[in-house]
């Protein structure tokens, strides 16, 4: 019913920038908050930006200051601009977000995206 895609992940030189992409469709009825998890290999997943409905943001601080969230909520889509990327952001990173679908509309109910592979590598 519901589906989270993501988009934009690819291979990146040390210093570089990518800008990731997380769309939700399907039979949505709104949206509490959207966020990207990402998981190295040998790794715990972690998460990395959240953002709600007010435009509140969260970062983890590995990525401070050079990660931004921004969200489009007519459109359900939320995006992930990284920018300084380093080899130690390498990691699949999945998009994740709160929803209320049309079955459910009083409670959010956890949907995750398959994930998109970003690499850091020169």
């Known amino acids: 019913q519901v589906q989270l895609v993501e988009s934009g992940g690819g291979l990146v030189q040390p210093g570089g920038s990518l800008r990731l992409s997380c769309a939700a469709s399907?039979?949505?009825?709104?949206?509490?908050?959207m966020a990207w998890y990402r998981q190295a290999p040998g790794k715990q997943r972690e998460l990395v930006a959240t953002i709600t409905n007010d435009g509140s943001t969260t970062y983890a601080d590995s990525v401070k200051g050079r990660y931004a969230i921004s969200r489009d909520i007519p459109n359900n889509t939320t995006y992930l601009q990284m920018n300084s990327l380093k080899p130690e952001d390498t990691a699949v990173y999945y998009c994740?977000?709160?929803?209320?679908?049309?079955?459910?509309?009083?409670?959010?109910?956890?949907?995750w995206g398959k994930g998109t592979l970003v690499t850091v590598s020169s």
């Open positions: 399907g039979s949505i009825f709104s949206i509490d908050a």
């Open positions: 994740n977000a709160v929803i209320r679908s049309i079955v459910h509309i009083y409670y959010g109910i956890d949907y």
